[in-house]
């Protein structure tokens, strides 16, 4: 007996699908039949076997959580053993480990080797002095003990996924594996890790073009299914078939299950269903912006104390800022300028910067006074007062307003912006005007771009930064968009500006007999005072 026992235990230690098929599971018709592996589900065996860190992207139903699930069963047959499950509430975390038990249940042989001791809601503790946690991610989490196996599953979920696994990094020895995995939820701090090139982490994007349960040829596919493609097909359908390229029997299921949503839902199944990791993130999250920008060249130009400049100050232009305060405190918001060239309608220089309110009021006015000096639009909730009053001090003209004051409602004027529930949309509103309008401004700044691409829907139907980034970039945009109609006049007299400061004494004749004195003498004057303000 024993020697079976050990035969037994080699094979599932050597081979996890024999691990997995030795359980008995209830399937979508609460029929108990014996599991069999799936090809995404295999797929990720494979990886969990190659690569102790693996970051995992998946459409929906692809039960990736189910594996690794198994994976740790089986290694809790080892004495000691210890895995952690994280997931990004309390309510998840208990249902994971009820989940986890039942599996466990499944298994009759694995019950006679590995008795439980222990079991509570978030925690099964077995007679081998193995165990398993459940619990919320968080920094605290991972605490005190050391973990020889983390899951972290709906990764993309988390508050904060940095400082979760900056504390998960302690607890996990050399010989450990952590896996993230969870379906997108928007271009948030799990899509910028999977984007990072330089991530240790081995990536790996479950399709459900994977599974074949997914496909009209399966027994699962119902009895009333679409049988060949329809000639009514929607716009919607048409754009998904062009770009998916399928064979037959996953078309077919495709087209079954769009047409199984509501009508104008039917949007949602490329969310639910992406054909590729890009589109699982861009697509993913009920998004501000309809139509996705196209992310510009970065300028030529290096960024400089935060600064990016598209475009260089033209004195026969019309220009407006919008100022975005923050704390300035390293984790937090950033403080963020955009100036807005209101005659060619595009981004003329953005700033976006995490430094003490005084360092970056300096830093602000020097970017303003390079630019004309424009009416600028400072947000004055909380830090925000004190910039724009310093900004006043320094003779950056600054956005009117009017507001009743007073039990006789009396009219006063008004410096500044101020963000509240009511006045919150006016600032999106112009921003979706602006990028998805019949005249859509030019936005050069990739960042920029990136966080207007990146605005969802949060759970109040507000537009928002998805969880763990942010828009303070965006929001500066709605700024400086609230002060077009106040932008000056371009200034009297200039019929153009030079491209740059003269570089020689010829260059500088032939600037002045072609842009005038003034404005080679302003040029050159904005660019000495900027260049003396930063240093």
Not at 42 to 61: P, S, T, V, W, Y
Request: aromatic fraction near 10%.
């Amino acid at each position: 007996m024993s020697e079976a026992r050990d035969q037994l235990l080699d094979a599932w230690f050597r081979d996890l699908t024999a691990f997995a098929v030795s359980f008995d599971l209830r399937d979508k018709d609460l029929n108990t039949i014996p599991f069999a592996p799936t090809g995404p589900q295999r797929i990720l065996f494979d990886a969990m076997d190659k690569h102790r860190l693996l970051q995992i992207l998946k459409g929906r139903q692809i039960f990736a959580t189910t594996a690794v699930l198994l994976r740790i069963l089986r290694d809790c047959l080892r004495p000691g053993f210890q895995a952690c499950v994280a997931v990004h509430n309390d309510q998840s975390a208990v249902e994971v480990g009820r989940f986890c038990e039942q599996l466990y249940r499944g298994n009759v042989l694995l019950q006679q080797f590995l008795p439980i001791e222990r079991h509570r809601e978030h925690r099964i503790r077995f007679h081998n002095d193995a165990q398993i946690k459940f619990g919320t991610a968080n920094s605290e989490f991972w605490r005190g003990s050391k973990t020889h196996l983390a899951l972290c599953t709906e990764a993309a979920m988390y508050d904060d996924l940095g400082g979760t696994l900056a504390s998960l990094g302690q607890s996990v020895p050399a010989s450990g594996r952590i896996i993230l995995e969870t379906t997108a939820n928007g271009e948030n701090d799990y899509y910028h890790m999977w984007t990072d090139p330089t991530s240790r982490y081995h990536k790996l994007f479950l399709s459900w073009t994977d599974h074949p349960e997914y496909s009209s040829k399966h027994p699962s596919y119902p009895d009333d299914g679409i049988r060949r493609i329809p000639d009514d097909l929607t716009e919607i359908e048409r754009a998904y078939l062009r770009k998916s390229k399928l064979p037959m029997d996953r078309t077919l299921w495709a087209l079954n299950k769009i047409r199984s949503l509501p009508i104008n839902k039917r949007h949602l199944f490329e969310q639910e269903y992406p054909l590729s990791a890009h589109d699982a993130f861009i697509l993913s999250g009920d998004k501000f912006l309809k139509a996705t920008l196209p992310t510009p060249p970065a300028p030529r130009g290096a960024m400089l104390a935060g600064i990016l400049r598209m475009h260089d100050y033209n004195p026969a232009h019309q220009y407006c800022a919008g100022v975005d305060t923050a704390s300035g405190a390293e984790s937090g918001d950033a403080h963020a300028v955009v100036i807005f060239d209101v005659t060619d309608r595009t981004i003329a220089a953005t700033m976006e910067v995490r430094v003490p309110i005084p360092q970056f009021c300096l830093s602000a006015y020097a970017l303003l006074h390079e630019y004309g000096s424009p009416v600028t639009v400072v947000e004055v909730n909380s830090y925000g007062l004190v910039v724009m009053d310093e900004l006043r001090r320094q003779g950056i003209p600054q956005y009117m307003r009017t507001s009743p004051e007073g039990l006789a409602s009396t009219i006063k004027d008004r410096h500044g912006w101020v963000t509240t529930v009511q006045t919150r949309p006016i600032l999106y509103g112009a921003v979706f005007t602006a990028t998805q309008g019949p005249s859509p401004i030019s936005i050069g700044c990739p960042r920029l771009v990136n966080q207007l691409n990146a605005l969802v829907y949060n759970k109040s139907g507000q537009p928002a930064a998805p969880t763990g980034q942010h828009d303070d970039l965006a929001v500066a945009l709605g700024l400086a968009l609230q002060g077009v109609d106040q932008a000056h006049p371009p200034a009297p007299g200039f019929d153009g500006f030079p491209p740059h400061a003269p570089r020689s004494v010829e260059e500088e004749f032939v600037f002045i007999a072609k842009y005038g004195i003034d404005a080679v003498r302003m040029f050159t004057d904005s660019q000495r005072d900027t260049a003396e303000f930063l240093r």
